[in-house]
């Protein structure tokens, strides 16, 4: 019987695939025990700390306090009128044995937005394929976590990575809800009601994130919404684009963005729209390595399938160079905004989501690449799928190897002189192996009995060494300033010094 309509043999490659990658994912797993707060997590976790020292779990008072700290960072730093209210929420304001669940914060909305956003487009392609949906948002999950160019801002930092990911991932699922509402004809009434209304829903929290999700956002259903005005008369994208708007708009023109940006010397236009065409170019010439190469290869056979889907007319296939440009033009407008008000391309973190677009945009490119060869070009792939289905022994291991390769190469970094630095996995086994991530924990939670001893008013804590930074649990230390990460507030200090700052 054809794999593709097997569903006994699509069920044992899932579990031996999810089995594999949870084996290869487990050293990323369990360093998450080591992540400690820093930076930006004190500051905007302040108020919702207080609360838990003084009165514990009590749900009301932190809804509150968390609100009071969105509503003054809505005011006086940026318009995140809803990632302010998460922020204040890190898990350390329960002690920093609890912020580990960083890592799950992060990877719960992205596993399942991305599966939200395969299952829309898979689904709607061919809806016999119920269990695709879940190996392609496992793949993507685990190739996003091995190839993170900057993984602490974006899988153990709670602050960079909850301004971004989860934002980011809903722009994913609100993109697979704009897929399926291109074929409204199709769809009952009340599920494209539904989808229409979720696509607004989730257009006003990511609306709420950080401005270059919401950007992303905004074009991406801009086009979509385009697209299926102009030849299919259909405008269910409308209502979601008018939210994402509407939700862009409403951080942009807050009066902390105003604050923000005005401390700040920004580029001039001109000016920033060269940098980040050239800055768009060099991450395309940097980002194309082995690791995608092999996240590519294991894709050819399922999108090769889903290319061959009555539901899509060859019209569509007829340009595959526009699935690049599209996604270069994506990349561009992400790294022109920081760039336009801040005069640079921004932290790691930023470049995070860019490198998940970039992804993204390859795997579409890709299934546009291989609809064209067949349907357009007349190329027949059969002989070539036949092949593999010689080889059907040896296909597991084949795929073994791609995630392994995977799981130890890993992708460029962002800075240059780090590309020395393993894959997600691999790098967390070796920081667990040679005792950093321990020493790491070991010195923040000394830090933290220190500075919650009462009977201390005024503490002096001493900067980490540099045995004491692991690559992937290090974001920054503390260093002298006038809010020293607002340390003093947090744990109701008179003064918090610095001792032996070099």
């Known amino acids: 019987m054809d794999f593709w309509h097997d569903a006994a043999a699509q069920k044992r490659w899932l579990r031996r695939f999810a089995l594999l990658t949870g084996v290869l994912l487990l050293p990323v797993l369990v360093l998450a025990v080591f992540a400690r707060p820093s930076a930006d997590d004190f500051i905007y976790a302040a108020r919702t700390h207080a609360v838990v020292q003084q009165y514990g779990l009590d749900l009301p008072r932190l809804l509150r306090a968390a609100w009071d700290t969105n509503a003054y960072y809505y005011e006086n730093w940026q318009g995140l009128y809803v990632s302010g209210f998460t922020l204040a929420f890190q898990p350390a304001i329960f002690g920093n044995r609890y912020y580990g669940a960083t890592l799950v914060c992060v990877l719960l909305p992205l596993f399942f937005c991305l599966y939200g956003l395969a299952r829309c487009v898979v689904l709607r392609l061919d809806a016999a394929q119920r269990r695709l949906p879940w190996a392609l948002a496992l793949l993507l999950t685990f190739a996003f976590i091995e190839g993170m160019p900057a993984p602490v801002e974006g899988l153990y930092w709670f602050n960079g990575a909850m301004n971004y990911l989860p934002y980011f991932s809903l722009a994913m699922l609100n993109a697979g809800l704009a897929f399926a509402l291109c074929f409204a004809d199709k769809l009952p009434t009340r599920r494209k009601f539904f989808y229409a209304a979720a696509g607004c829903v989730c257009s006003l929290v990511i609306g709420g994130g950080h401005q270059v999700a919401g950007l992303l956002n905004v074009l991406v259903l801009l086009l979509a919404a385009a697209l299926c005005a102009v030849r299919r008369r259909n405008f269910w994208q409308v209502p979601a684009l008018a939210a994402a708007m509407a939700g862009l708009l409403l951080n942009v023109l807050a009066p902390g963005t105003q604050v923000r940006t005005a401390g700040f010397a920004g580029a001039g236009f001109a000016e920033a729209v060269v940098k980040s065409f050239i800055l768009a170019a060099m991450e395309w010439i940097r980002w194309l390595d082995v690791p995608l190469l092999c996240l590519l290869a294991l894709l050819v056979l399922p999108l090769l399938h889903l290319t061959r889907s009555a539901v899509l007319s060859d019209r569509v296939f007829r340009h595959p160079w526009l699935g690049a440009a599209v996604t270069f033009v994506l990349m561009w407008a992400m790294i022109f905004l920081p760039s336009y ?94 005792g950093s991530a321990r020493r790491y924990a070991d010195a923040l939670d000394a830090r933290e009995a220190l500075l919650n001893d009462a009977a201390q008013p005024d503490v002096s804590i001493r900067p980490l060494n540099d045995d004491e930074r692991p690559w992937l649990l290090f974001y920054t230390d503390v260093a002298p300033g006038p809010d020293m990460w607002g340390l003093t507030p947090y744990f109701g200090k008179q003064s918090v010094t610095i001792s032996d700052f070099e």
């Open 341 to 434: 008000t801040m005069g640079g391309i921004g932290a790691g973190r930023l470049l995070n989501v860019v490198w998940m677009t970039f992804v993204l945009g390859l795997a579409a490119t890709e299934f546009l690449l291989l609809g064209w060869l067949e349907r357009v070009r007349g190329v027949s792939l059969h002989g070539a799928e036949q092949f593999c289905r010689r080889q059907a022994r040896r296909l597991p291991l084949f795929a073994a190897a791609m995630l392994l390769c995977m799981a130890c190469i890993g992708s460029h970094t962002v800075k240059e002189g780090q590309d020395n630095y393993f894959a997600t996995s691999l790098e967390a086994a070796y920081e667990l192996a040679n």
